[in-house]
């Protein structure tokens, strides 16, 4: 027997494994792979992107005396805790206060899209209590439903729509604050058109088969370059970039600023040096085995629940590996306890379609096009996406996406649960360890099926 340890909630668990099995990633103090080295002066990285910007002149050249400056930044869900948001942004309005471009001139938007807001506080972990002391009611997060600050640019020549925050649109110059690429999802003109965006045109991109994390030939970003190319010819100007990527989540690795498609293209070329595909890591078995934790992106300054727990997370930010690894017809196995909670200030929407949607359908594809309408338009929920700190109630649609993987695996297997009933409520089986669970994939596929385990670190 071989012994792995995979995360499992907020803590970890030890697993017993046939000696057949093969373990794939990090984990047990492993290495990752190949990761980048953490600059040694990221206050000084930041200014060395900013005076040498791909594509585009420095900021300060971009601008004349009294102009408008929208700067935009990624909001919290991005896990970047370190301070590269605050460090680019002081240095930008150094740079604007140097070609006339007074702080009173600047608004600073947190780019939520159909996030939920964020309060001062939690703005303060991001941008430093400074920041959000001095610009006031200037510091504002977007709001996908305020239809006064909202601007429709017009359709791309595919017919998708392109509607962003109105400051993008009449700003004499918008700057966009990307904190952390992750592999090919994040960055580029996803920043503007979706982070500054609306339902109207997100729901062209985020539909199941939408998505994408990959970092060659996303076609995710195939569809948001289109409408990049319908917002750079509305602006004045270019839109400035800063992109980064991390070589942990409080150190950057790499940074750049300039054009978008020069920063992305750099971007994606480290991003690609560094991930080699899933699929070369193993051969595709029978089983795929893996540990889900008690975070996610949706879950800063809030806490989990099982559509993001079993779904999001377990089917969408991990299930990568089952399409990888795993054959068609395969069993999965996540360990994670999975309490019944649901946080109702953060992710009302997401109670609500877990208690009335996913006894209806598990299909993602039926459950948008029955619900989404429904959900996108929710006079209730809305209030509390515009005026609390819950997520839009779409959101709660795009959480059931993941639920595609299931047209791959053959059924999922939830180790450790606390309440049994909780994966049965989503169609899971319920074992009390991955033993147990291993065990009855063993009588579906055979004694001799093949095994994979993947080892993560806690940040993934």
């Not at 499992?8 to 030890?14: A, E, K, L, R, S």
Request: overall charge negative; charged content about 20%; some cysteine.
């Amino acid at each position: 027997m071989i012994e792995a340890r995979l995360l499992f909630g907020n803590d970890t668990v030890d697993v017993q494994l046939p000696d057949r099995a093969q373990l794939v990633g990090g984990g047990d103090g492993a290495e990752r792979g190949p990761r980048l080295e953490p600059v040694a002066d990221q206050e000084a990285a930041v200014r060395q992107a900013l005076a040498k910007p791909l594509g585009l002149p420095r900021v300060g050249e971009m601008v004349k005396a009294g102009d408008s400056v929208l700067i935009a930044f990624d909001d919290p869900t991005v896990p970047s805790y370190g301070p590269v948001r605050r460090l680019a942004i002081e240095a930008i309005l150094e740079e604007l206060a140097a070609a006339g471009v007074p702080e009173e001139n600047v608004s600073l938007v947190c780019a939520n899209a159909l996030h939920r807001k964020w309060t001062d506080t939690e703005l303060t972990s991001i941008l430093g209590p400074d920041l959000v002391r001095r610009f006031g009611a200037c510091l504002t997060c977007h709001d996908a439903e305020d239809a006064e600050n909202l601007t429709y640019l017009g359709t791309t020549p595919s017919g998708y729509d392109v509607e962003v925050h109105r400051l993008a649109a009449e700003s004499d110059l918008t700057v966009y604050v990307n904190a952390a690429v992750h592999l090919g999802f994040s960055g580029g003109w996803k920043s503007v058109c979706v982070g500054l965006s609306t339902w109207r045109s997100i729901r062209w991109t985020h539909t199941p088969d939408g998505m994408s994390m990959s970092v060659r030939e996303n076609r995710m970003h195939t569809v948001l370059d289109e409408m990049g190319a319908v917002v750079a010819a509305n602006l004045k100007r270019p839109v400035f970039k800063f992109e980064t990527v991390l070589a942990h989540t409080a150190t950057i690795g790499r940074v750049w600023a300039g054009g978008v498609a020069e920063c992305r293209a750099a971007a994606v070329e480290t991003q690609a040096s560094l991930h080699k595909p899933r699929r070369s890591e193993a051969e595709p078995a029978d089983v795929v085995i893996y540990g889900v934790p008690a975070w996610s992106p949706y879950a800063t300054f809030a806490r989990m629940n099982p559509l993001l727990t079993l779904v999001s997370s377990g089917l969408g930010y991990l299930g990568g590996y089952i399409e990888a690894l795993g054959k068609p017809g395969c069993s999965v196995i996540m360990a994670t306890p999975c309490p019944d909670d649901w946080d109702l200030e953060h992710h009302p929407a997401h109670a609500d379609v877990w208690q009335r949607v996913i006894p209806q359908s598990r299909d993602p594809y039926e459950i948008s096009e029955r619900f989404g309408d429904e959900y996108a338009n929710h006079a209730g929920f809305i209030e509390r996406y515009r005026f609390g700190v819950a997520y839009h109630p779409i959101h709660a649609i795009l959480a059931t996406h993941p639920l595609k993987r299931l047209n791959h695996a053959g059924r999922v297997f939830v180790a450790g649960a606390q309440d049994p009933a909780v994966p049965r409520h989503v169609g899971f089986t319920p074992a009390a360890t991955v033993e147990e669970a291993l065990a009855e994939a063993e009588r579906i596929h055979g004694r001799d099926c093949s095994i994979v385990c993947i080892r993560q670190f806690a940040g993934w």
